[in-house]
């Protein structure tokens, strides 16, 4: 198990950030595709993929696609949380602004509760979210977990 049972309400998870480059948002795309098709598909031009089709669409650049974001501080969680965030987490998300592809975007999440229950489990609930570097909020929301495992992997 991780270290999550020593966090305390407040405590912030470790930070990550990713750049948000052209090839992750097409390689989301196109996975995204040929899972819907179940062969291996290309996505075509949208607004995920074509910065110029994005433009026409009124945006000022592509963007990811919001679940990219969700993945990713699905993926914070899991880091911190392992097995406990997989079998007893719940995670919920906002998407408040665009995520520009090309841009560097920080994963955040911070501990809003820490309560020992009745058996001796952690329950953990925190605030995540995304922002760019200039500390514009993109994503927010909250996750729920169990801590049952106390240093074994039951």
Request: hydrophobic letters at 40%; zero cysteines.
């Amino acid at each position: 198990m991780s270290g999550a049972i020593d966090l305390k309400a407040g405590a912030m998870l470790p930070v990550r950030e990713i750049v948000v480059t052209p090839e992750r948002v097409q390689w989301y795309g196109d996975g995204m595709h040929s899972a819907a098709t179940g062969e291996l598909r290309r996505a075509g031009q949208n607004i995920h993929t074509d910065a110029e089709y994005a433009k026409g669409q009124g945006l000022t650049t592509a963007i990811a696609d919001g679940m990219m974001s969700t993945a990713w501080i699905s993926s914070m969680l899991l880091k911190a949380f392992g097995r406990d965030y997989l079998e007893r987490g719940e995670l919920r998300t906002k998407y408040i602004k665009t995520t520009d592809v090309g841009i560097t975007l920080k994963i955040l999440g911070r501990v809003r509760e820490r309560d020992t229950q009745g058996d001796g489990s952690v329950r953990f609930v925190l605030d995540v979210w995304t922002e760019n570097l200039a500390g514009v909020k993109l994503t927010e929301g909250d996750a729920v977990i169990e801590v049952r495992s106390l240093g074994n992997d039951s």
